[in-house]
């Protein structure tokens, strides 16, 4: 019998590269100007790493947009070929080493819990070069599926052209060691400065949202927990308004909190309406004080 091939979130490169660069904005975000995150993507994916190379073929494949399925097929060739010049036995000790720091850093199960977008064109990906780099047989409906997944994601229409980012991508490239630390540090200092009203409340939906925008049940959970919170906040405060009319829209804020609960998936206005609530909090704290 035909062995089932398992996907293993922690051996794919691609979805490696998508949670260590996560992380790097949620440490911005917890003013962590130290990030680790930041010294392992420059240590396992640079372009002299086996990840690095490895990435780059993931990259390509969800990167490019083909209206040919044929250019399709001949592109997934071409990158299959060019993993196989890679030095497997080096690849698994870099991702052995990588995961071990990531624990050594972080909390293994909050680093990994998030889902991650094109979570299955990233799955296929992996699996199909697992198909190409071990003798086992596996199942071939599952090759098939993994290579139509691909092909479908390469042949999609999109309404943005294609080469905008990878032309901005290229060109930060280009650009010497120097010159780029100085933009990633330019990057921080304008996100300090445009987000330096923010109180902590406010910083950490930023991070949840963030951390978890594709782990529904998380964020879900994480909003409905805030939900209450600011409703026995905001009725803490009702007593200290004089004014009847400002009274009367404090008890409709309140009771139209309850809409921000609405909903397996948290959708941006919601989002965005519990930052103008925790707004809302701040300004009635300031003119009570």
């Keep these: 019998m035909n062995q089932k091939m398992?996907?293993?979130?922690?051996?794919?490169?691609?979805i490696l590269f998508e949670l260590v660069t996560r992380q790097i904005t949620v440490d911005l975000l917890n003013d962590n100007k130290e990030s680790k995150a930041i010294d392992l993507i420059k240590k396992y994916f640079n372009e002299n790493t086996e990840m690095g190379r490895e990435h780059e073929l993931y990259r390509i494949l969800l990167s490019e947009n083909y209206?040919?399925?044929?250019?399709?097929?001949?592109?997934?060739?071409?990158?299959?070929?060019?993993?196989?010049?890679?030095?497997?036995?080096v690849l698994r000790r870099e991702k052995y080493n990588l995961i071990k720091?990531?624990?050594?850093?972080?909390?293994?199960?909050?680093?990994f819990k998030?889902?991650?977008?094109?979570?299955?064109?990233l799955a296929s990906v992996y699996k199909l070069f697992l198909l190409e780099s071990t003798?086992?047989?596996?199942?071939?409906?599952?090759?098939?599926?993994?290579?139509?997944?691909?092909?479908?994601?390469?042949?999609?229409?999109?309404?943005?052209?294609?080469?905008?980012?990878?032309?901005?991508?290229?060109?930060?490239?280009?650009?010497?060691?120097?010159?780029?630390?100085?933009s990633y540090q330019m990057l921080v200092d304008n996100f300090n400065k445009k987000y330096k009203t923010l109180n902590s409340m406010q910083r950490n939906l930023l991070k949840e949202y963030i951390n978890n925008i594709s782990n529904t049940n998380s964020l879900r959970e994480f909003?409905?927990?805030?939900?209450?919170?600011?409703?026995?906040?905001l009725s803490k405060?009702?007593?200290?308004?004089?004014?009847?009319?400002?009274?009367?829209?404090?008890?409709?804020?309140?009771?139209?909190?309850?809409?921000?609960?609405?909903?397996?998936?948290?959708?941006?206005?919601q989002v965005v309406a519990l930052?103008?609530?925790?707004?809302?909090?701040?300004?009635l704290h300031n003119v009570t004080k």
Excluded: C, W
């Design 6 to 14: 398992k996907h293993s979130k922690v051996k794919n490169t691609g």
């Design 67 to 89: 209206t040919s399925t044929n250019r399709a097929e001949k592109l997934i060739e071409a990158v299959i070929k060019s993993r196989q010049k890679l030095h497997y036995t």
């Design 101 to 111: 720091e990531i624990k050594e850093h972080y909390k293994v199960e909050d680093f």
């Design 114 to 121: 998030a889902r991650i977008p094109n979570y299955r064109v």
């Design 135 to 182: 003798p086992t047989i596996f199942d071939p409906k599952e090759e098939v599926d993994s290579k139509f997944t691909i092909i479908e994601h390469i042949t999609r229409n999109k309404i943005k052209p294609r080469d905008t980012d990878s032309k901005i991508i290229a060109g930060y490239k280009k650009q010497d060691k120097d010159l780029r630390l100085l």
């Design 223 to 233: 909003v409905n927990s805030e939900i209450v919170k600011i409703k026995k906040i």
């Design 237 to 269: 405060f009702l007593p200290k308004v004089d004014d009847e009319v400002t009274k009367i829209k404090l008890k409709e804020a309140i009771k139209q909190a309850n809409n921000l609960t609405k909903g397996s998936v948290v959708k941006d206005k």
């Design 275 to 283: 930052m103008r609530y925790y707004e809302l909090m701040k300004e």
